[in-house]
């Protein structure tokens, strides 16, 4: 499986302020996801990130709070804006890679506090 | 509306004995099935899989279960290990998409 890397690894943050998670794989995948774990609840998908262009948001999910971008087949970014304390979550790159179907796979996670 | 469900919170097992975990699904459109397990701190680490074409698949201690008429998906692990506790997540994949939807999860105790 694909080795994925997220960074940071956990913070906290300032209610109001912005933070920025990157994502980098060491192999090309054909697709990227980002997923949210709230404390207790399950992983809910945010968006997929798709190369070179704007991202495909779930619903209840808008650009405007989360903004991805992909520039290449192994990175891309997580920003959580205007943070409130109802962000405070698991933030969870998971990738598809080329030669093993139809499973994903998920980084470390970045655990995001906000006071 | 939970498309995925993991009706069991918690489950304490002795060590040595099965430990069998329960998944329910209501979306007849998903086609393939993925058990993961997740400790504190870390993502989910997947386990093994299962096309809706098969009715089982068998990998180590680990077997996934599919009983595709009553919509419900087992993950049997014999032996358990105390290191096999941690939170199971059941997830499903919808045909023509790559959209995965996950189970509450159920976390798994084993005992020394």
């Known amino acids: 499986s694909a080795v994925i890397s997220q960074k940071p690894s956990r913070d906290i943050c300032q209610r109001g302020t912005s933070l920025t998670i990157q994502c980098q794989v060491d192999s090309q995948v054909t697709m990227m996801f980002w997923y949210r774990q709230q404390p207790g609840q399950s992983l809910t998908l945010i968006a997929t990130a798709n190369q070179g262009s704007e991202a495909t948001y779930e619903s209840g999910f808008v650009i405007d709070k989360f903004p991805i971008s992909r520039p290449n087949l192994t990175f891309s970014t997580l920003t959580v804006s205007n943070m409130s304390p109802e962000d405070s979550s698991i933030y969870l790159c998971?990738?598809?890679?080329?030669?093993?179907?139809?499973?994903?796979?998920f980084g470390e996670g970045s655990w995001l506090t906000v006071v | 509306d939970q498309q995925v469900k993991q009706n069991s919170p918690s489950l304490s097992v002795q060590e040595g004995r099965i430990s069998i975990l329960n998944c329910d699904y209501t979306?007849?459109?998903?086609?393939?099935f993925l058990w993961y397990k997740k400790y504190p701190a870390e993502g989910p680490t997947f386990l093994i899989s299962i096309s809706s074409i098969k009715d089982k698949n068998e990998d180590g201690r680990f077997t996934v279960f599919l009983n595709k008429s009553a919509k419900h998906l087992s993950l049997h692990i014999v032996p358990s290990q105390p290191g096999d506790s941690a939170v199971y997540f059941c997830?499903?994949?919808?045909?023509?998409?790559?959209?995965?939807?996950f189970g509450t999860g159920t976390r798994l105790k084993v005992l020394a």
């Open positions: 998971s990738v598809r890679p080329r030669d093993r179907g139809n499973t994903i796979y």
């Open positions: 997830a499903a994949k919808s045909s023509g998409t790559y959209k995965y939807i």
């Open positions: 979306n007849s459109m998903f086609d393939y």
